[in-house]
């Protein structure tokens, strides 16, 4: 079965820390892995695609990586603001979800002013 | 260029009812996806649409079905509703063959 696991569940930072987050996954042949931030009770923003071929890609304070190797792909954020604060899911898409996503439970950020 | 829009954002329905959810896929998008995300959980596939046909499909028993239209929008249809169907329920769409899908607002479900 495949699985995506995310780490920690939730983390609670001061304003102005730098954090990881963490994402793992099993599907050996993945197209690419894609990071989403969703506030509460509404959809998904996509903030971070990196295709498989790829190891990193930045966004403003956003930097994700990808090791297909080890199987895990980290969410650097830099800087963190207070509206940062929302749950972050990553979601790997691959040979074996036939192309669908398949997504972890997310990591719930919360920033303190 | 419109985004993905779902309607309705919000839904109550009574245990044993059916329901059909909306989705516009984002303009020059072909391929729409349904999940189902429950409280805490992360979304999880219900099924796929390519040209108007299901075109692959996640572990829902057949009362979960849909539809594509020529116009590339969408529905999910739900019959005989059970509590455990509460949930967000989240469509998405993507160009075929390209990477990255684009997620609605969705419609939050509460089955009572």
């Known amino acids: 079965k495949q699985e995506v696991t995310q780490i920690p569940a939730a983390l609670s930072v001061p304003e102005g820390e730098n954090l990881v987050l963490n994402c793992s996954f099993t599907d050996s042949a993945i197209y690419n892995l894609q990071w989403f931030r969703q506030d509460p009770g509404k959809g998904l923003t996509s903030l971070l695609l990196?295709?498989?071929?790829?190891r990193e890609q930045t966004s403003g304070r956003l930097n994700a990586s990808l090791d297909k190797s080890s199987g895990r792909s980290t969410l650097y954020i830099a800087a963190s603001q207070p509206g940062d604060s929302a749950t972050y899911l990553c979601?790997?898409?691959?040979?074996?979800?036939?192309?669908?996503?398949?997504f972890g439970k997310g990591t719930k950020l919360s920033v303190k002013p | 260029e419109t985004g993905v829009t779902q309607s309705p954002t919000h839904l109550i329905k009574t245990r044993g009812q059916q329901v059909t959810l909306r989705c516009s896929s984002q303009?020059?998008?072909?391929?729409v996806s349904w999940y189902q995300q429950a409280l805490g959980q992360g979304p999880q596939f219900i099924f796929q649409y390519y040209r108007e046909e299901e075109n692959g499909r996640g572990n829902f028993p057949p009362r979960f079905s849909g539809l594509q239209f020529p116009n590339y929008s969408s529905e999910l249809n739900v019959n005989a509703l059970e509590l455990d169907d509460s949930a967000l329920y989240l469509c998405?769409?993507?160009?075929?063959?390209?990477?990255?899908?684009?997620f609605g607002s969705g419609t939050r479900l509460t089955v009572v």
């Open positions: 979601a790997e898409q691959g040979v074996r979800s036939q192309g669908n996503l398949i």
């Open positions: 990196i295709q498989s071929s790829q």
């Open positions: 303009s020059g998008h072909n391929t």
């Open positions: 998405a769409s993507n160009l075929a063959g390209a990477y990255g899908y684009t």
